[in-house]
């Protein structure tokens, strides 16, 4: 099947920028938005706009808000061009990058095939810069793209087998660069820099070598160098550390709106930084433009009260995670009484049917959640009522015939369960200690378990001895979020539901022993986990949507059935706080890193103020 996905530009658009523009910048063949689709209205140019954050490493959310991809999901979620004016796809192993001619790098250098071939020749395959090699989204089976320069303006990849994580890497809320600013970067690089300057930078950085250099001063994802070019809507102008970060509005963004005014119509986005804990209190009264980050659904009343002072709206978002919150049983767990336990489904679906999902919707979502397993979400195409509903149901008679029959069937005199080498069945969940509605979520869970003769016990830690734990197989249970993709498409890499990643709680051996290509960890035992490894590499041999597609339902399916992951509600609610002044924000909208890039989806490039 051939895919080609063209260039989206309307010729009226085209005409004005090859007539001259007030607003030149531009490409000559800018990305032209349709408002209608998009449902936005005409700006004007100017203003500016407050953020609160709390550290300066937080810039790297205006990369994930900017928006700005080689290809971006589009509303319906998509994929389309965007910094790039085409792509031919065929059969998901050719590829064919078109760019816009006349595009520009903030600084006014052109943005040509060049910076693909810095970065792939000189950066990625450069062991002092990528100590692994390339990513493995451009690695299939260990085999290395074939990188090919047409010209200027068009660059070819390609592979002998199919490479479905390309295009959907590329378009990730943290994206995988596949180019840098060649005019720019070479200066610190040992092959093309001056070896005198070199050295005295690295004395001055305090770094260790050029290396070092080159990887501070290119980083894209997390823009702190105020002098490194960028292509998104606004460049980091302050040079940090620094309480007020400006980002100023890029004048050769390739977007433009429908009458061919280059966006973003806004002139600044200015970051204030402040203490995590009171960015809430900071935006109730009003300090904050755009805010949702480091505001919880539980600062919603009080961000309502202050609203008419603070001459802002509260809207609220659903979440777009496969469950609020996950509790994941350690299948790898070095406690081998409780390994065979979470081994036997009948265990994981007691725990799932012995908590009441009801009562902690109204206790704690205030019954605006859905009681669902930790799976995707409605508004995904595959989406399955049979996945959301796998054993939820609040049913304590059927949790205990369960725990019976698993063989969990003597109890000591507090009505505890005992394991088969006689301890008592006490599970310690252990959090990062990030979130207060754990804590109460976990003291809801823990009084719904006594009636199914199970005991649990909170063990708040922080994130990265909590990661250090899991992979180590020390914890017996934790919690983290649900499915970061609640919204994935059939092209969306379904990594989540197979072993991956050691820092995967629920079965962290066996992830890294995919992670790592059977180096370490273990090749997983429980056949439906076997099969799920195997569904995961069928995906990354698909040719096509319709084989993704299915591949995904019968992950699904697994995934939910067996249990892996215990969730409990979707569809939490983010408070937004935003200035009534700031027009073009959808009132309803779905919060998420993926695929919706949390503002990003929703193109603040357009956001404007109104006088």
């Not at 063209?6 to 090859?18: D, E, N, V, W």
């Not at 008419?308 to 790898?332: A, I």
């Amino acid at each position: 099947m051939t895919n080609t996905i063209r260039k989206m530009i309307s010729t009226s658009a085209a005409l004005l920028f090859m007539t001259g523009s007030a607003f030149a910048g531009a490409p000559d063949e800018p990305r032209v938005l349709n408002f209608d689709n998009l449902e936005k209205e005409m700006g004007k140019r100017g203003g500016s706009i407050k953020m609160l954050m709390s550290k300066p490493k937080d810039v790297r959310w205006m990369t994930v808000y900017s928006g700005a991809r080689l290809v971006a999901y589009d509303e319906t979620f998509q994929l389309k061009p965007d910094i790039l004016k085409a792509v031919d796809n065929v059969d998901n192993k050719s590829f064919t990058l078109h760019l816009r001619k006349g595009h520009q790098w903030s600084d006014g250098q052109p943005f040509t095939t060049e910076d693909f071939r810095y970065w792939w020749e000189d950066v990625a395959q450069n062991e002092a810069l990528f100590k692994g090699g390339p990513p493995r989204e451009l690695l299939v089976g260990g085999e290395m793209p074939k990188v090919e320069i047409i010209d200027s303006h068009t660059i070819h990849y390609s592979w002998n087998n199919v490479n479905p994580l390309f295009m959907t890497a590329l378009a990730g809320a943290r994206p995988m660069y596949i180019y840098m600013p060649a005019h720019y970067l070479k200066q610190f690089h040992e092959k093309y820099g001056d070896a005198g300057k070199l050295a005295e930078l690295v004395e001055s950085e305090q770094v260790q070598n050029w290396s070092s250099l080159h990887k501070r001063f290119g980083r894209q994802y997390r823009p702190e160098n105020p002098d490194m070019p960028t292509l998104q809507a606004w460049m980091n102008t302050t040079k940090l550390p620094s309480e007020r970060i400006i980002f100023k509005r890029n004048p050769n963004y390739h977007r433009v709106d429908p009458d061919g005014t280059q966006l973003p119509y806004l002139d600044e986005v200015i970051l204030n930084l402040a203490s995590s804990s009171i960015i809430a209190a900071k935006a109730g009264t009003g300090e904050s433009d755009l805010q949702a980050r480091y505001v919880r659904f539980d600062n919603y009343s009080f961000l309502k009260q202050g609203a008419e002072d603070g001459n802002y709206n509260v809207l609220l978002w659903p979440s777009g995670r496969g469950s609020e919150m996950t509790l994941l049983p350690n299948l790898n767990t070095k406690d081998e009484g409780f390994r065979k336990a979470f081994h036997d489904v009948r265990v994981r679906r007691a725990l799932s049917m012995g908590m009441d999902r009801g009562e902690i919707n109204e206790a704690i979502f205030f019954g605006l959640g859905r009681e669902a397993s930790n799976s995707v979400l409605p508004s995904s195409p595959l989406f399955k009522d049979e996945y959301a509903e796998a054993w939820i149901e609040y049913d304590v008679d059927q949790a205990n015939q369960l725990l019976d029959e698993a063989g969990l069937d003597k109890k000591n005199d507090d009505g505890v369960r005992l394991l088969p080498d006689g301890r008592p069945f006490e599970i310690i969940v252990e959090t990062a200690g990030e979130q207060s509605q754990e804590t109460d979520i976990l003291q809801l869970i823990t009084d719904h378990w006594k009636d199914i003769g199970v005991k649990l016990f909170v063990k708040p830690s922080q994130r990265d001895i909590l990661r250090g734990r899991v992979s180590n197989g020390e914890t017996v249970m934790s919690t983290w979020q649900g499915l970061n993709r609640g919204l994935a498409t059939p092209e969306m890499n379904p990594e989540e539901l197979a072993p991956a990643s050691p820092i995967q709680a629920q079965w962290p051996t066996w992830g890294n022993y995919y992670f790592s290509k059977g180096a370490s960890g273990e090749k997983p035992t429980l056949p439906e986990v076997a099969r799920l490894s195997e569904l995961y590499q069928n995906w990354r041999d698909a040719a096509n949507y319709e084989q993704q597609s299915a591949i995904w339902d019968e992950m699904l399916s697994i995934f939910t059935d067996q249990v892996f992951t215990i969730g409990i509600v979707s569809g939490g609610l983010q408070p937004i706080v935003v200035s009534k002044k700031l027009r073009n924000l959808p009132e309803e909208g779905i919060w998420a890193f993926e695929p919706t890039l949390y503002f990003g989806q929703y193109l603040p490039d357009t956001f404007w103020l109104e006088e």
